[in-house]
């Protein structure tokens, strides 16, 4: 894809989640989305056939980065995280804070489903990385500590956006981790 086609929709996307910060997605019409991205209907509709596929290719990208930055966790020989996930976990969110947000806010079944799928990827991670962890635990242990986590950590993460992201990424990861790392005793 060219720069200028990238750049274009870029700039519909960026007014797509500005817009979503106060209104609900069937409140917003292609005309005022191009109104608010700076483009004529006809180049919205040469890229997109509606607003809902724009929000589609957003949610779309944002599961590509979060997949790559999970496979991109350095891990040791062992299988064991060399990095701290919970601060590169929030450095991600801090990058990508407006779709973050979108995504946590919103009620919508494609964010729902995006996280669904989230939930999954790391599931996978965390069971390879706790078994190697916890030799003699279960696996059906290992998930329910999993679905506990993970669920938290998503309301930890809409806490953290929903107020202003007072703490900064090291804060908020070691608040994370100290939680998630205090109930792991569930799994000796």
């Known amino acids: ?60 990208q944002a599961e590509t980065e979060f997949t790559k930055f999970l496979m991109q966790s350095a891990i040791d020989a062992n299988g064991i995280p060399t990095e701290n996930f919970y601060v590169m976990f929030f450095e991600f969110v801090s990058h990508n804070v407006g779709i973050c947000k979108l995504l ?35 696996a059906a242990k290992i998930d329910y500590y999993y679905i506990f986590v993970s669920n938290g950590f998503i309301g930890l993460l809409k806490y953290w956006l929903n107020s202003g992201m007072r703490e900064s990424v090291t804060e908020i990861a070691a608040i994370g981790e100290k939680i998630s790392y205090g109930g792991v005793a569930y799994l000796k």
């Open 1 to 60: 894809m060219t720069g200028t086609k990238l750049k274009t929709k870029d700039k519909i996307k960026n007014a797509l989640v500005t817009m979503l910060e106060t209104e609900k997605l069937d409140e917003i019409s292609a005309t005022r989305l191009c109104e608010s991205a700076g483009v004529n209907r006809a180049t919205f509709y040469y890229h997109y056939d509606s607003v809902q596929d724009v929000l589609t290719e957003i949610e779309l």
């Open 104 to 138: 946590v806010d919103a009620p919508h079944s494609s964010a729902n489903s995006f996280f669904a799928r989230a939930m999954e990827a790391g599931r996978s991670k965390v069971i390879s990385i706790m078994s190697k962890l916890y030799p003699d635990c279960s």
